[in-house]
């Protein structure tokens, strides 16, 4: 017997109208009939509204807090603003945009991993600051750069750094090159570099002091004319020029 | 609309499992009422029910370094610590009434006892879920369970072939499903 095909299984489990021939099927058919039921709890999971949240009392956060020893900046309760607000969907106010409908690309995600870091370091000072700061409150006030182009860095022999280059587009029009690194060691200092892709020429962004550097990239300068990054390690004589000694590297998809 | 998570990963997890103050914070905003829910449910008593959800926060901060973002989402881990959690606290407190009221007494109570809260949590781990879907997966199956859309309708509004969005629906579908099947093999907490 031809049984129904994976994909159609799957779209009647999601109770799509069947086909005139796949009703006739299913009728007969208890092994097609229960792989569409196999896919039911995943189905009701996703259909059904979120359950409504009970916001807990400020003794639970102050138990929490106290038990852990966590820093005084957090000894607000998270979700006080919650509260009073009851019966509030989900928990709380909604923590994220809503530009979710457009597919994104890798680019993308790379950027919302990374900016998650840094909007965590915000956060966390702010709480210091104002004690009330949340993360959704404190990211939605910085307006998101818009990746380029990114990349892995990979170490040239006798390294074993690893590391990323991410060309930002920030909301003034300026372009950012941003790297990171697992080190910051350097016999002398590392400089970030641009590179044509026939190593003939070379443009200079700057030292790294750390293991992330966020570096202006020249008005004007065609990236996809230097889209190799490139980590050198720099001895402090004065020389501008480069080493000759990479550490790390990947070339942008530009 | 979601449960306690955003529509995309926002770093959370991994910040979690960084040993970021802040992380359990923000955990604590985002989960702790659905968590408190699911505990309800199971727990009845409001008061028990406070008192796990303390219990899951604590464990999950101190038993941080066992999260592995890779694995699964801290939402879904949280559900599973919950669980752990009302179930330790349900027969701890079963033995207590059978010494106090008799075997008797057990019965009615199985009986009143909340609805399964699975309900609830696998919501909550099906969102989260959903935010680590790659694209265009997650927007297909995002339409399909919130729009209610069909593949067609989703073809249309992706602009991507309907062979392309069928087989989407498809994996994502599988996909989740297993996370949710993990998901009942609560961690070790």
Same mark, same amino acid.
Request: aromatic content about 4%; proline content about 7%; charged content about 25%.
């Given at each position: 017997?031809?049984?129904?095909?994976?994909?159609?299984?799957?779209?009647?489990?999601?109770?799509?109208?069947?086909?005139?021939?796949?009703?006739?099927?299913?009728?007969?058919?208890?092994?097609?009939?229960?792989?569409?039921?196999?896919?039911?709890?995943?189905?009701?999971?996703?259909?059904?509204?979120?359950?409504?949240?009970?916001?807990?009392?400020?003794?639970?956060?102050?138990?929490?807090?106290?038990?852990?020893?966590?820093?005084?900046?957090?000894?607000?309760?998270?979700?006080?603003?919650?509260?009073?607000?009851?019966?509030?969907?989900?928990?709380?106010?909604?923590?994220?945009?809503?530009?979710?409908?457009?597919?994104?690309?890798?680019?993308?995600?790379?950027?919302?991993?990374?900016?998650?870091?840094?909007?965590?370091?915000?956060?966390?000072?702010?709480?210091?600051?104002?004690?009330?700061?949340?993360?959704?409150?404190?990211?939605?006030?910085?307006?998101?750069?818009?990746?380029?182009?990114?990349?892995?860095?990979?170490?040239?022999?006798?390294?074993?750094?690893?590391?990323?280059?991410?060309?930002?587009?920030?909301?003034?029009?300026?372009?950012?090159?941003?790297?990171?690194?697992?080190?910051?060691?350097?016999?002398?200092?590392?400089?970030?570099?641009?590179?044509?892709?026939?190593?003939?020429?070379?443009?200079?962004?700057?030292?790294?002091?750390?293991?992330?550097?966020?570096?202006?990239?020249?008005?004007?300068?065609?990236?996809?004319?230097?889209?190799?990054?490139?980590?050198?390690?720099?001895?402090?004589?004065?020389?501008?020029?480069?080493?000759?000694?990479?550490?790390?590297?990947?070339?942008?998809?530009? | =609309?979601? +449960?306690?998570?955003?529509?995309?990963? @926002?770093? /959370?997890?991994? $910040?979690? %499992?960084?040993? &970021?103050?802040?992380?359990?914070?923000?955990?604590?905003?985002?989960?702790?009422?659905?968590?408190?829910?699911?505990?309800?449910?199971?727990?009845?008593?409001?008061?028990?029910?406070?008192?796990?959800?303390?219990?899951?926060?604590?464990?999950?901060?101190?038993?941080?370094?066992?999260?592995?973002?890779?694995?699964?989402?801290?939402?879904?881990?949280?559900?599973?610590?919950?669980?752990?959690?009302?179930?330790? =606290?349900? +027969?701890?407190?079963?033995?207590?009434? @059978?010494? /106090?009221?008799? $075997?008797? %007494?057990?019965? &009615?109570?199985?009986?009143?006892?909340?609805?399964?809260?699975?309900?609830?949590?696998?919501?909550?781990?099906?969102?989260?879920?959903?935010?680590?879907?790659?694209?265009?997966?997650?927007?297909?199956?995002?339409?399909?369970?919130?729009?209610?859309?069909?593949?067609?309708?989703?073809?249309?509004?992706?602009?991507?072939?309907?062979?392309?969005?069928?087989?989407?629906?498809?994996?994502?579908?599988?996909?989740?499903?297993?996370?949710?099947?993990?998901?009942?093999?609560?961690?070790?907490?």
């Amino acid at each position: 017997m031809q049984h129904l095909h994976d994909d159609a299984l799957a779209l009647l489990a999601l109770g799509e109208e069947p086909a005139a021939e796949e009703s006739a099927h299913l009728e007969s058919c208890e092994q097609c009939r229960s792989e569409i039921s196999a896919y039911g709890r995943v189905v009701r999971a996703g259909r059904s509204s979120a359950p409504e949240g009970s916001v807990p009392p400020p003794a639970v956060w102050a138990g929490i807090h106290q038990a852990l020893n966590l820093d005084p900046a957090l000894r607000r309760d998270p979700l006080e603003n919650a509260r009073g607000q009851e019966p509030a969907a989900g928990a709380g106010p909604r923590a994220s945009s809503t530009d979710t409908s457009q597919p994104v690309s890798l680019a993308d995600e790379r950027r919302r991993r990374r900016s998650g870091a840094k909007w965590l370091a915000a956060a966390a000072a702010a709480a210091v600051v104002a004690g009330a700061a949340t993360w959704g409150v404190v990211r939605n006030l910085e307006p998101a750069p818009e990746v380029i182009a990114s990349v892995p860095l990979a170490p040239l022999p006798s390294y074993s750094d690893e590391g990323t280059a991410t060309v930002d587009l920030l909301p003034d029009g300026e372009r950012e090159l941003v790297i990171t690194s697992s080190s910051a060691d350097a016999e002398g200092y590392r400089e970030v570099w641009l590179i044509s892709p026939d190593i003939t020429s070379m443009v200079s962004l700057g030292e790294m002091d750390g293991t992330e550097a966020r570096l202006r990239i020249p008005d004007g300068l065609d990236l996809s004319a230097y889209p190799i990054v490139d980590i050198s390690d720099e001895p402090h004589d004065g020389n501008p020029e480069h080493s000759g000694n990479s550490i790390l590297r990947g070339q942008l998809d530009l | =609309m979601s +449960s306690g998570a955003p529509e995309r990963d @926002d770093g /959370l997890d991994q $910040a979690f %499992a960084a040993g &970021e103050e802040a992380a359990l914070a923000e955990a604590y905003r985002r989960f702790a009422p659905l968590v408190r829910t699911m505990s309800l449910r199971r727990l009845i008593d409001p008061g028990a029910a406070d008192d796990a959800v303390q219990e899951v926060f604590i464990r999950a901060w101190r038993y941080r370094e066992t999260y592995s973002p890779e694995r699964s989402t801290l939402a879904a881990w949280l559900v599973g610590i919950a669980r752990n959690v009302a179930s330790t =606290m349900t +027969s701890s407190r079963i033995r207590e009434e @059978d010494v /106090l009221e008799g $075997a008797a %007494a057990r019965s &009615e109570r199985d009986e009143t006892r909340g609805p399964d809260q699975e309900g609830v949590a696998d919501k909550v781990v099906l969102d989260a879920e959903l935010t680590r879907l790659g694209e265009p997966q997650h927007s297909i199956l995002r339409l399909a369970f919130h729009e209610d859309m069909t593949h067609q309708q989703i073809s249309e509004q992706l602009s991507l072939p309907l062979g392309t969005v069928k087989s989407h629906i498809r994996r994502g579908l599988i996909q989740l499903r297993q996370r949710l099947e993990v998901s009942d093999a609560a961690p070790a907490r």
